[in-house]
């Protein structure tokens, strides 16, 4: 068991004890030590004086080894970054580089607060022994890209139901299968015909990158002579499955309509949407209609970091900005869109501190200066707070202590990540201009 003391709530006045028994949340009250009759060589007891807790953040879309990739290919558009760096790196990746790369990519989630992440790529034992050292909570998918070829197509279709199968048999409470069909600009009809079928199978979510950008939306028209969220809609693609759609930049009403009908959620990518130059999702428009919208920072080659509280800030900032409307997202909306609405939007019961959900508790060490006057604190989380937390726990286990790590060894993971860099950028031939 372990007693977090004395600690700040978000949504209450006074200081509180939080219980945690297994990997879930069993008591949240006062003076649980005495209420609940606790020897105290049962328990951990964490001091939470001058702490806040609260729910570990959701990350529902990223690509976590790409952390080896941060600043290779900044400012250029999305599909120069594509086929002129990314995929040529990538065709280089092994299970080793992803694993080193997935360490890293924890290390700094965890740090920055975030206790589940929804992923998208290959090399999937890499990322899945990463996960199960570091502690963190994922929903992982095995990235499909078949560029309409049949052999591809076949090779992706055999990778994705292994993975599925492992994950399954794993039976590991931290770690949930999804099926990731890469874009509708990438997959054949028969292989997200192939995703929708297993995601039903398994009830399972399927996660997709949707109208990214204005050129790939102009490549589906071509191709089907409808816009995307039309084309999956006409092959039954959302029928019951829950879909996950990241970016969601560009949409035309009948698209809108399609995703509040089809309950498909959203995670909005702000600060990659902006740095690929790719526009800005219309997340108030949305709203309106009740969509479920999460947050996500997409992977560290067009963020450059997996910190959440920046897609919490920058999200409700923009849409203030360009509607010149102030009242636009609300800092309570967008810190909901990376808690709660992310356990939601993955079907795992986080993203909240309450009794019965799993214990995936950050703490904030309220003696910062960018913290002070404490008063407003969900404020201050949204747009004062840099990210850096103190102590976090996942699934009931500690994971950072007073900042540092407790599963890994972090300052090891640098090193090997410099050296993976190094030997990638070796290996491949990319243009650096510095
Ligand atoms: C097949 S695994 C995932 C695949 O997606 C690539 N990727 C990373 N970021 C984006 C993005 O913003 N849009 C489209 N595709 C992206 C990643 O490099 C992998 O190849
Ligand atoms: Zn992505």
């Keep these: ?65 790409m952390t080896i990739f941060r600043g290779v290919a900044d400012d250029i558009p999305l599909m120069e970054w594509l086929n002129n760096y990314i995929w040529k790196m990538e065709s280089k990746l092994n299970e080793e580089l992803v694993y080193i790369g997935t360490l890293l990519g924890t290390v700094e989630m965890i740090k920055s607060g975030t206790t589940t992440f929804n992923d998208m790529y290959f090399h999937l034992d890499g990322i899945i022994k990463g996960v199960l050292e570091s502690g963190i909570r994922a929903v992982l998918s095995y990235g499909m890209i078949d560029l309409f070829d049949e052999e591809k197509r076949e090779k992706e279709i055999k990778n994705c139901e292994k993975i599925v199968k492992k994950i399954i048999k794993m039976d590991n409470p931290r770690i949930k299968p999804a099926i990731g069909p890469h874009a509708p600009y990438t997959c054949s009809k028969e292989l997200l015909t192939f995703s929708h079928e297993i995601a039903r199978e398994y009830n399972i979510p399927v996660h997709i990158h949707m109208n990214e950008t204005l050129n790939e939306i102009k490549i589906v028209k071509e191709k089907t002579g ?25 949409l035309s009403d009948r698209e809108i309509d399609i995703i509040e009908k089809k309950s498909v959620v959203v995670s909005h990518n702000p600060i990659s949407n902006l740095k690929l130059g790719s526009g800005i999702a ?7 209609k009740n969509i479920l919208i999460t947050l996500g920072t997409d992977g560290c080659g067009s963020n450059n970091n997996l910190n959440i509280f920046e897609e919490i800030k920058i999200s409700s900032l923009i849409h203030k900005g360009i509607s010149l409307d102030p009242t636009s997202i609300p800092g309570e909306v967008s810190f909901k869109f990376a808690t709660l609405n992310g356990g939601k939007a993955l079907n795992l019961e986080v993203g909240v501190l309450k009794e019965g959900y799993l214990a995936d508790i950050v ?72």
């Design 1 to 65: 068991m372990i007693l977090i003391r004395d600690v700040r709530l978000l949504e209450s006045n006074g200081n509180w004890d939080i219980l945690v028994e297994g990997n879930r949340i069993k008591r949240i009250g006062r003076n649980l030590l005495e209420k609940e009759s606790i020897d105290k060589r049962d328990v951990e007891i964490i001091d939470g004086k001058n702490m806040a807790a609260i729910p570990g953040l959701v990350n529902t879309h990223t690509h976590i080894p």
């Design 226 to 250: 409808m816009r995307p969220f039309e084309y999956l809609n006409s092959i039954e693609f959302f029928e019951g499955v829950k879909v996950i759609a990241a970016h969601c930049v560009h």
């Design 282 to 288: 219309p997340i108030p428009k949305l709203l309106e």
């Design 363 to 434: 703490l904030v060490d309220l003696r910062k200066p960018y913290l002070i006057p404490v008063e407003n604190l969900k404020s201050h989380l949204v747009y004062a707070f840099n990210g850096v937390v103190d102590t976090v726990l996942i699934d009931g286990n500690v994971v950072l202590r007073d900042g540092k790590m407790t599963n890994i060894d972090e300052y090891k993971i640098y090193e090997m990540a410099e050296k993976a860099y190094s030997k990638l950028v070796e290996d491949v031939d990319i243009k650096r201009d510095n």
